[in-house]
């Protein structure tokens, strides 16, 4: 039998309604991966038991001949930020080590109700703040991704796996996942996506339920697949999205079927080009696939326009106010009381600050005191809400951009993946990471990322498309034209 943890989620799909393999072969094949492939720290938490009773569960319905769901007996991780009924949920923090809910994301929820199997939870940076899984208190995750040497061999220097959702993104692109979730506040969907050589979607802010997401910045947070093929996370995001009555800001519309939407056609498509996107210092690489990409879906019928953004460069420092004012809110429920860990104290008060000091790493505390400063009355003004004001002129450049086009074309990061020890010790270079991604969770749009072609150490690059709000159907089947082109079939060594 061929390695199963090579299939794509539709391959799987046919073959298990073909009957050429069972969900239960298809797990433990990834269970045993899983085992081989412990170095690369992907997983928090392994639930190998509660995979094997899905997938035997999964088995039996198919057996019986009755209605599938459409991700019946497909093996999945999960980002640890998801909580899980029963199932330790840490949102890689100390903090929460040892929190089991009691209750089910919604969106983990729908993914179960559509037949999903889970393999375990997956590492991430602490409660998702970070660009490369270093600041996870579980440790750092590990790209399976090596830099190519002068002489063609593997450099042996271990490379991030981008983050927030690196554990996810390794995961997927090492196949101990068929696909898995992530959360993107700021790019942690489509950064680690790029990074990794695998396909990611943050979908437009309203269209999967937050309830049960263990919250970062909440205006900003949304919940999206990362997978090895567009169709996939097409297949993914159809059982993953839908309205919640317990989340106020998901939208009462209906899902499309997003595989349909999938023609492969789109002649007349008019895509845009953002001149800002164009910054200081970005590598000939980066900028000869971009030109590349646009290329590809002219030969497609695609109009190329160049289009501008003109508060693009704003989008950062933005970004860099809000989630942390938003996340110093959010993680102040986190006192010794109600979650986690506790260190106790003389007082109340004292026990608050122990296990604040205690339980938090260095960059989550970063975001609180700038975020608490942010905040702050004599601030308030000068940074929090004048930050609103330019984030509505952020929405209001990509509003009037796409009255000329349908999507917009961008590189999805400034590098390809990089070492543990570069980029340390200036969180600001860390930040800059996401200088193409925020600005569509500013705006509220959906954004995907999809594997372009390799550098010239041999490491996979990404090209972003940004679409209408709610419109993933027509991002979805753009970015499936600039995968086809890209033809990206490369594999990290060793998987
Ligand atoms: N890297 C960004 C940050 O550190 C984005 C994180 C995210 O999208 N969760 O905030």
């Given amino acids: 039998m061929t390695d199963l943890t090579h299939l794509t989620i539709a391959d799987a799909l046919d073959g298990l309604a073909a009957k050429k393999f069972s969900a239960r072969e298809l ?13 690369l720290n992907a997983y928090i938490t392994e639930t190998p038991e509660k995979a094997r009773e899905q997938a035997d569960a999964s088995d039996k319905r198919r057996a019986a001949g009755g209605k599938v769901g459409a991700l019946d007996g497909i093996p999945l991780g999960i980002k640890d930020l998801f909580c899980t009924e029963g199932v330790q949920t840490t949102a890689g923090s100390h903090i ?20 999903a199997v889970m393999l375990g939870k997956l590492n991430l940076d602490e409660f998702a703040m970070g660009s490369s ?29 981008g983050g927030s959702s690196g554990g996810s993104s390794a995961a997927v692109a090492a196949r101990i996942a068929m696909a898995a979730t992530g959360t993107d506040t700021g790019g942690s969907i489509r950064q680690p996506a790029a990074l990794t050589g695998t396909v990611g979607i943050k979908p437009t802010y309203g269209r999967c339920s937050r309830w049960g997401i263990v919250a970062f910045a909440s205006s900003l947070d949304q919940a999206g697949p990362i997978a090895r093929s567009v169709e996939d996370c097409a297949i993914m995001l159809g059982a993953m999205a839908g309205h919640d009555p317990k989340d106020s800001t998901s939208v009462e519309m209906p899902v499309p079927d997003f595989r349909k939407g999938l023609t492969g056609n789109i002649k007349g498509l008019r895509v845009g080009i953002p001149k800002e996107y ?10 000869d696939l971009w030109a590349k990409g646009a290329e590809w879906l002219k030969s497609q019928g695609a109009e190329i326009k160049e289009i501008s ?8 420092p933005t970004y860099y106010i809000i989630a942390p004012a938003e996340a110093s809110s959010n993680l102040a429920r986190y006192d010794g009381v109600r979650f986690g860990l506790r260190v106790p104290g003389n007082s109340l008060d004292e026990m608050y ?3 604040r000091a205690a339980g938090f790493g260095k960059e989550v ?29 952020i929405l209001k450049d990509f509003t009037d951009a796409f009255k000329q086009v349908d999507v917009i074309l961008t590189p999805s990061t400034p590098s390809a993946a990089f070492g543990f020890h570069e980029n340390e010790g200036d969180p600001v270079q860390m930040y800059l990471q996401d200088v193409f991604t925020v600005t569509v969770n500013l705006a509220g749009l959906p954004g995907i990322s999809v594997p372009a072609g390799l550098d010239a150490k041999g490491l996979p690059l990404g090209l972003q498309m940004i679409g209408r709000a709610f419109d993933e159907e027509t991002l979805l089947r753009s970015a499936q034209v600039l995968e086809r082109a890209a033809n990206f079939t490369a594999l990290p060594a060793g998987v």
């Fill in 365 to 393: 505390k970063r975001r609180i005191l700038i975020g608490t400063y942010v905040l702050s009355a004599g601030y308030y003004d000068a940074y929090y809400l004048q930050a609103q004001k330019v984030r509505a002129l």
């Fill in 309 to 316: 953004l003109p508060h693009t460069k704003y989008a950062l």
């Fill in 96 to 115: 929460l080590e040892g929190f089991k809910p009691t209750y089910e994301s919604t969106v983990t929820k729908n993914l179960f109700d559509a037949g």
């Fill in 353 to 355: 600050e122990l296990t």
């Fill in 27 to 39: 797990t433990d094949a990834h269970l045993k991966k899983m085992a081989a492939l412990k170095k």
């Fill in 133 to 161: 899984n270093k600041t996870s208190y579980y440790g750092n995750v590990i790209n399976p991704w090596k830099r190519r040497n002068e002489d063609g061999g593997c450099d042996s220097t271990d490379l991030v796996p």
């Fill in 278 to 287: 164009r910054v200081d210092g970005m590598s000939q690489e980066i900028s």
